[in-house]
Nanobody, 122 residues
Framework: QVQLVESGGGLVQAGGSLRLSCTAS????????MGWFRQAPGKEREFVAAISWSGVNTYYADSVKGRFTSSRDNAKNTVYLQMNSLKPEDTANYYC???????????????WGQGTQVTVSS
């Protein structure tokens, strides 16, 4: 089992920045690829970013490419999502997920955090 806890969400003005953290406990964190997803009210959960187990490979949704950056520190069992130039449409509950595959598909991830709310005001 892997337990994931997100933090770092909050309220920010458009153009601002936030850094989300996701800390894992349980099985060896470094064995897992990590994904970030988000879900806004009334919308389906959507892929945001993925990072491979080593951190060498990352992939982003077109909507966040160039603004968001994911990184990880396996020694701290933590993955990060740096979000810059935030827009009101980035408002959502953000989730981290762990899985054995480096993928954009939510169904491929085995473990999920509880989510952290990000609200961007215009």
């Amino acid at each position: 089992q892997v337990q994931l806890v997100e933090s770092g969400g909050g309220l920010v003005q458009a153009g601002g920045s936030l850094r989300l953290s996701c800390t894992a406990s349980g099985r060896t964190f470094g064995n897992y690829a990590m994904g970030w997803f988000r879900q806004a009210p009334g919308k389906e959960r959507e892929f945001v970013a993925a990072i491979s187990w080593s951190g060498v490979n990352t992939y982003y949704a077109d909507s966040v490419k160039g603004r968001f950056t994911s990184s990880r520190d396996n020694a701290k069992n933590t993955v990060y999502l740096q979000m810059n130039s935030l827009k009101p449409e980035d408002t959502a509950n953000y989730y981290c997920a762990a899985g054995t595959r480096y993928t954009t598909l939510a169904s491929d991830y085995d473990y999920w955090g509880q989510g952290t709310q990000v609200t961007v005001s215009s």
